[in-house]
């Protein structure tokens, strides 16, 4: 009897060990001593577009939830899902109005348990997004701040008195195309915004922001979640005495003069902001992820700290910006693979164009698809894919002015249209909607859905699904793949970027044909002959293991035998 109270006593605290601990408490460290983070792949979800479960539209928590098999099959490790917590939706979910809930847009708390539940079914890790900056306009906080000069959250953002009358505190702008700041005619002074006016930016001087946004973490840390993606972290701080930015040369695409934002980014402080973060991260054994805007690998170095102590994985966001080219994307990974650091690569998000449509040639836009993801998804780090890029969807701007749903696309039309065209409803199937939803979705479904969508490409194993798919589990299942060292080949090649991934004895080799021509590339260090692991318009020439035979954007990937 008492052998089996014990057993049950055993079998009942595993459980309860089991039901509370948290993705990311549950991942041992590879062979190598690596976390988990360090060999996943990311996939960025927007809310918004990517299942409607309540055919309304909008895109849910429940939608995701159903969807989580078709993640699980694409081979990612984690969802990192864009705001879903209360917000008015000025700037689709980056306005919260709560912290600590769920818009009820998007579902309730309990569904996003169910969620958080059904993806550890699966190994898939949870990531939230965090708005570090700013709050919306709405936010109790602000709310209470705004009502009067004394009250008690007044110092939690940053009010100041115009330098005249009818003068703001100084010439910083706001990145969103207006003023960067607002006055209020009750109190009688100007609150500061780096973004729209309903996003008020908070006072992290203010030790009590820090302290409750802090608190934040560990709610969600508490609730499951492996981490976050912290959002526009060089905003966080700004100069105190509000020094005016020096002038710049031409006009922005708002038609204002430019300025370099040299005192309300990027300062010092926020390092130190984010040192603290991680230890509160680190308590949690959670990964904090981070939207890292920089002009160069040595500021990108800068995020992941001295000692490694502050952001875990810092986007590289400069990958996208690149010229379509070997030559440059050599010199960019190089770089980045000689920094000492983990590389965290992105080719598209929610705020940029789609990486299909920035690529494409007219001809040749699948078989470019292809092969950015046989670049990307194959280099020593950390991945992060967006939703849909995995099927090829390509951008779908507005047609006019007043379809834009982005407020920044209003206004810099027609400069710019927004981001509404890389923020469309997930392509699931060829029929109405694109299956998305039985309502007519919040944007519009671009006509090439009937061709770029999971039902259709899952019957086509040459579809970039099919690709994705294939270069994914070879990702997770080749040891050189996850754990390889980074060794470029053929240096002097203007067309084809080859390396090879080596780990102890294996070795995976990568070659890309960046042109739109025939291409053969020679292999030197193939003495031994290769196995072929996957490839798309490519195969060996007539000697059989030195000569890579490719077609316009073609790939081929072997593992080399030793
Ligand atoms: C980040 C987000 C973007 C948002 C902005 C303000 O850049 O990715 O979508 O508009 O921050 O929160
Ligand atoms: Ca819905």
């Known amino acids: 009897m008492r052998k089996h109270m014990d057993l049950a006593v055993v079998l009942l605290f595993g459980t309860m060990i089991l039901a509370s601990a948290s993705f990311a408490q549950q991942q041992a460290l590879d062979a190598e001593g690596h976390p988990w983070w360090q060999h996943a792949v990311f996939y960025e979800i927007y809310p918004r577009s990517f299942a409607d479960s309540n055919n309304d539209g909008i895109g849910d928590l429940n939608g995701i939830t159903s969807k989580l098999d078709y993640v699980r099959k694409l081979g990612v490790d984690a969802i990192w899902i864009t705001p879903c917590f209360p917000s008015p939706q000025v700037d689709f979910g980056y306005d919260v109005s709560d912290y600590e809930a769920i818009d009820p847009m998007y579902g309730t ?8 539940a059904e993806s550890r079914k699966r190994n898939i890790g949870v ?9 919306s306009d709405q936010h109790k906080w602000f709310l209470d701040s705004k009502s009067s000069k004394s009250s008690a959250h007044r110092d939690w953002y940053i009010w100041r008195d115009g330098k005249g009358p009818n003068q703001p505190p100084n010439n910083w702008t706001s990145t969103f195309g207006t003023a960067a700041w607002t006055y209020d005619a009750a109190t009688k002074q100007y609150y500061y915004h780096y973004f729209y006016p309903q996003q008020p930016d908070l006072n992290w001087r203010n030790a009590a922001v820090e302290k409750a946004m802090f608190d934040t973490t560990r709610f969600w840390y508490k609730r499951g979640v492996a981490g ?17 930015n020096p002038a710049a040369p031409g006009m922005d695409k708002f038609g204002r003069p430019n300025t370099e934002e040299k005192y309300n980014k990027k300062l010092p402080e926020v390092h130190a902001a984010l040192r603290r973060l991680r230890k509160v991260a680190d308590e949690y054994n959670a990964v904090l992820i981070g939207e890292t805007w920089t002009s160069d690998v040595s500021q990108l170095k800068d995020y992941y700290g001295e000692h490694n102590d502050e952001l875990q994985l810092p986007m590289d966001l400069l990958l996208n910006g690149l010229p379509f080219s070997p030559d440059a994307y050599r010199k960019h990974v190089a770089a980045m693979d000689s920094s000492g650091r983990w590389p965290v690569y992105v080719i598209s998000n929610h705020d940029m164009t789609r990486s299909y449509t ?22 020593r780090g950390t991945a992060i894919m967006y939703y849909g890029e995995e099927l090829g969807m390509e951008n779908n701007d507005p047609k006019s002015k007043d379809e834009v749903q982005d407020p920044v696309g209003r206004l810099s039309w027609p400069t710019d249209k927004g981001r509404d065209g890389e923020r469309t409803p997930m392509q699931w199937t060829s029929g109405t909607n694109a299956g998305f939803s039985e309502h007519q979705p919040w944007l519009p479904v671009p006509p090439s859905a009937k061709r770029h969508n999971v039902a259709s490409e899952e019957k086509d194993p040459h579809s970039v699904l099919e690709t994705y798919r294939s270069i994914l589990a070879l990702r ?9 060292d980074y060794f470029p080949l053929n240096n002097d090649d203007p067309n084809v970027l080859a390396y090879l991934r080596r780990y102890k004895n294996q070795e995976v080799l990568v070659v890309l044909n960046f042109s739109g021509r025939n291409q053969e590339a020679r292999i030197e260090e ?14 060996l020439g007539p000697d059989g293991y030195k000569t890579i035979l490719l077609e316009p954007f073609g790939f081929y990937m072997a593992r080399l035998q030793k």
């Open 358 to 379: 920035r690529y494409a040639d007219g001809q040749h836009n699948d078989e470019i698809a292809k092969l950015m993801a046989a670049f990307y998804l194959t280099l």
């Open 476 to 484: 997770h299942h080749q040891p050189a793949l996850i754990e390889g």
């Open 228 to 244: 976050f993606r912290l959002d526009a972290v060089d905003t966080m701080y700004e100069r105190e005495d509000l020094k005016d």
């Open 109 to 116: 708390m309990a569904d996003f348990d169910r969620l958080s």
């Open 127 to 135: 990531i939230l997004d965090f708005v570090v900056n700013h709050t």
């Open 526 to 539: 193939a003495a031994a002959g290769y196995i072929s692991l996957l490839s798309s318009g490519a195969k």
